[in-house]
C-alpha cells in the first residue's frame, strides 16, 4: 500500500530543518511540497492537494471551494496561530481537523513586538542606514521606552507575554479585549480599557488581536484620529486589522508619530505599495514568529498532531483543536 501523504506549505516547517519532518516519518507518511512555499492561491493550493491526507499549512486560503476539491484531507495543521484564512464551518461539515500550534510563540511574537516599538522609538533602523551610507550624525534624539504608556489590543496569550515585558519597563500598561471579561484583562497584566479609552492614553498602540468580522479595519480613520500625534502603531498580527489607505493618510498627514508593521493585506507586500515610501514607517516581511527556536517547536507539534490524526487518534493537547467535534470518539 502507497505511504499517505502530507503537503508542506509552511516557511516555518521548511526553515526548521529535518527534524521537523521526524513525527511523520516515523508514522510512514511521505511528505510533498507544492510549486514554491504558502501561502498558495487557491487553484495552486487544490493541484498541490490532490490525494493529499494531511497539511503542515501556511495561511493558503482553505476555502469551501478548495476543501470540496480535496476528498482526501483529513487535518489542516497550522505552524502558528492564525487561523482567519480557512472557513472552519465548511472544515468541519467534510470531517477536517484544524489545529494550531500556540506553544511558546506567544513569547516569540512579544519579543519582536518589543524590537519593533524599541526600533521606532530609538530611530534605530534610521542610525544604522545613516551609519551604512558613510554618515555621522552626532545628534539623533529618540525618545524613552521606559515609562511610557503601552496601549494592547487583544489580550490573548501574546498580549499577555507583551504586557509582562512592558511591566519590566516601567510602563503602565492598558489592554483592550472584548472576548474577556475585566477581570481577566487584569489578571494578564493589565487595566482594562475601552478602545476609545486606550487609543488617545497610550504612546504605543501594539495589535494582538485576531482578525474576524469585527476586528476587520478595527484601526481605521476614527482609531487613528484618537491617537497622540506622538504614538506608534505596532502590528505584529493581521495585516486586515489596519485600514491602510487611513494609516497612509495618518502618516503622511503627520496625525501619528509612525508605524512598525510586520503584516499587511497584501502578502507578499508588492515592491510599489505605498507603505514602502511611507514617512515614518518601518516595515519587515512577516517575521515576527521567524526564530529557529520557534519554528522548530511549532513544526515538530504540527507534524506529530497531523500523524496522530491521519493514524485515527486524537492529537495531544500541545495544539489547538479548532473543530474539536471532527475527532469525537476517537481514541488518545
Known sequence: MAALRVLITSRHFLSAGPRAAEPLMQ??????HGPRPGPLAEDALIEALRGVSAVIASSDPYTERVLCACPALRVIARTGVGFDTIDIPAATRRGVAVLTTPGHIAETVADFAFGLMLAMLRRIPEAAALMGGGGWVADLPGVDLWGKCLGV???????????????????RVLGYDPHITSDAVAERGAEPAALEALLPAADV????????????????????????????????????????????????????????????????????????????????????????????????????????????????????????????????
Do not use: Y
Request: proline share 7%; with cysteine.
Open 27 to 32: 508514522a510512514g507518511l511521505q511528505t510533498v
Open 153 to 171: 489590543v487583544g489580550m490573548g496569550a501574546i498580549g499577555s507575554a507583551v504586557a509582562r515585558r512592558a511591566r519590566g519597563f516601567g510602563m
Open 205 to 332: 498602540v501594539t495589535l494582538h488581536a485576531a482578525l474576524t468580522s469585527d476586528s476587520r479595519r478595527l484601526i481605521g480613520a476614527a482609531a487613528l484620529a484618537c491617537m497622540r500625534p506622538t504614538a506608534v502603531l505596532i502590528n505584529t498580527a493581521r495585516g486586515d486589522l489596519v485600514d491602510t489607505d487611513a494609516l497612509l493618510a495618518a502618516l503622511h498627514a503627520g496625525r501619528i508619530g509612525g508605524a512598525a508593521l510586520d503584516a499587511f493585506d497584501q502578502e507578499p507586500l508588492p515592491a510599489e505599495h505605498p507603505l514602502r515610501k511611507a514617512p515614518r514607517c518601518l516595515l519587515t516581511p512577516h517575521i515576527a514568529a521567524g526564530t529557529r527556536e520557534n519554528a522548530l517547536d511549532m513544526a515538530i507539534r504540527a507534524a506529530a498532531a497531523a500523524a496522530a490524526v491521519v493514524a485515527g487518534r486524537r492529537p495531544l493537547p500541545d495544539v489547538r483543536v479548532l473543530n474539536p467535534e471532527v475527532l469525537a470518539g476517537l481514541p488518545e
